[in-house]
């Protein structure tokens, strides 16, 4: 599934193709996805409209057009973006396609189809949408330790599912938040209400370094993103406990543990985090 880092290197790819340009036409396949195509608002407020810039609210995708429309886009579990010169065979699982004023088209893939597409009309109200009551971003200036601390406070849950709430803070998916708490050297099954600032410093020092990181490996795959199809910002990240089960701890070389978590697989090293 990809996680904020791979959707934020999808962007910055999408950004440095999309403003600027017109959307002049749209093909939408017959497929429903996890919601049904908005064909009327695509038809309405995004075909004709030029694209200003692209931006990202946790792993949404936002395209905002000069008509103040919003194109909201979730990859779900396996969708895909992809810009294509015009007239390349389309993939089996290709849902949605954009036809740009420059020959170029953006392609949506998505083979289990549990990603979205909206559309926001002009003038929107976020409120009650699925951007509503999110968290800040993990490396916006709101996600503080101080932030985190008040959060916390009276809370018993366990530090890994708090750090997973989106509510609390968004995009930080499992991967990661075994990853940051590892370096934050911190139990994932600590009760959060027991955390110091200082304990929260480490965790949004953390936060900010492994997804900062991995978004620089998949800085990499940009230029087959934009390429190629099927490279969509997919990369190796270099793990340090996640899946790691049992093998020696790069710190200590005490073997790595796991435990289940909310449903979830969390590895963590025993001796390091406390
Ligand atoms: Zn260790």
């Not at 996680?3 to 950004?15: A, C, M, S, T, W």
């Not at 530090?159 to 990661?176: A, P, T």
């Not at 093998?247 to 796991?258: G, L, M, V």
Request: positive net charge.
């Amino acid at each position: 599934m990809p996680e904020l880092p791979e959707v934020e290197v999808i962007r910055r790819g999408l950004q440095r193709h999309l403003p600027g340009r017109t959307i002049i036409e749209i093909t939408a396949g017959n497929k429903k996805l996890r919601l049904p195509l908005p064909r009327k608002n695509l038809k309405k407020f995004i075909r004709g409209a030029r694209v200003t810039s692209v931006d990202r609210r946790a792993k949404f995708l936002l395209l905002a057009m000069n008509n103040g429309a919003i194109m909201v886009i979730h990859l779900g579990m396996t969708g895909r973006l992809g810009i294509f010169p015009a007239g390349t065979a389309r993939s089996k699982h290709d849902h949605l396609q954009l036809q740009l004023d420059n020959n170029i088209q953006l392609r949506f893939n998505d083979i289990r189809r549990f990603g979205f597409i909206t559309v926001l009309p002009p003038g929107s109200d976020t409120a009650g949408t699925m951007l509503d009551n999110l968290g800040p971003e993990p490396l916006g200036q709101d996600f503080t330790p101080d932030y985190m601390l008040k959060q916390a406070s009276g809370k018993n849950r366990p530090l890994k599912n708090f750090l997973m709430d989106n509510r609390i803070v968004v995009g930080i998916g499992n991967i990661y938040a075994c990853e940051i708490l590892f370096q934050a050297g911190l139990k994932p099954d600590k009760k959060v209400s027991s955390l110091t600032l200082k304990d929260w410093g480490k965790i949004v020092a953390s936060s900010r370094h492994v997804l900062q990181k991995a978004i620089a490996s998949g800085g990499t795959t940009i230029s087959d993103f934009v390429n190629e199809s099927g490279k969509s910002g997919y990369f190796q990240l270099e793990l340090q406990v996640y899946g790691k089960l049992g093998q020696a701890c790069n710190c200590c070389s005490t073997p790595i543990a796991k435990k289940t978590m909310a449903g979830r697989s969390t590895f963590f090293c025993p001796k390091c985090q406390k």
